[in-house]
């Protein structure tokens, strides 16, 4: 069964019968779903839970054929979405730092979107001063955007 008619039946079983759904095979395999607006919610989830959900899902499903494989699922583009509100706060945040000194902590994340910020940072020349870290484990992990070369503070307990 190809990827594309494994997630359509997932997806009907799920109850969402009128999602369109593009597969684009490459490095990472790219499931692109689109629904109507209603029922996006149930396939992202909170804070794209249930996408990652999905992603496991399909790795589990293919995992015997190529263990290394990856996928990415998106609805109604909601990663690049997310992936702009991230890195809009990641901005404030930094800005907050230069501004006042004081390290910036954000709240919980999950590991891709710790990741859109540690990149953003990382890259974004006007921020050349500041670093991002993550302190904690599993779901209780939280990051941290702070000026270079200063110790850890007493926001990390």
């Not at 293919?62 to 609805?75: G, H, I, P, T």
């Not at 006042?100 to 994340?109: E, I, K, T, V």
Request: glycine letters at 6%; charged letters at 30%.
């Amino acid at each position: 069964m190809t990827i594309q008619d494994f997630t359509q039946r997932l997806l009907a079983h799920m109850g969402v019968e009128d999602a369109q759904v593009e597969v684009e095979e490459g490095e990472t395999t790219l499931v692109r779903i689109n629904v109507p607006e209603e029922e996006s919610g149930l396939l992202i989830g909170y804070h794209g839970e249930c996408l990652t959900a999905l992603q496991r899902v399909l790795y589990m499903a293919y995992a015997r054929e190529d263990q290394s494989r990856k996928f990415l699922v998106n609805v109604n583009d909601y990663k690049e979405r997310r992936n702009t509100q991230l890195q809009e706060m990641a901005r404030s945040a930094a800005e907050k730092v230069l501004e006042s000194g004081q390290p910036y902590a954000f709240s919980f994340l999950s590991p891709s979107e710790r990741l859109v910020i540690h990149e953003f940072i990382a890259n974004t020349p006007e921020f050349s001063d500041l670093e991002s870290y993550s302190v904690g484990d599993g779901p209780r992990r939280r990051l941290y955007i702070r000026r270079k070369g200063e110790s850890a503070t007493t926001l990390e307990a």
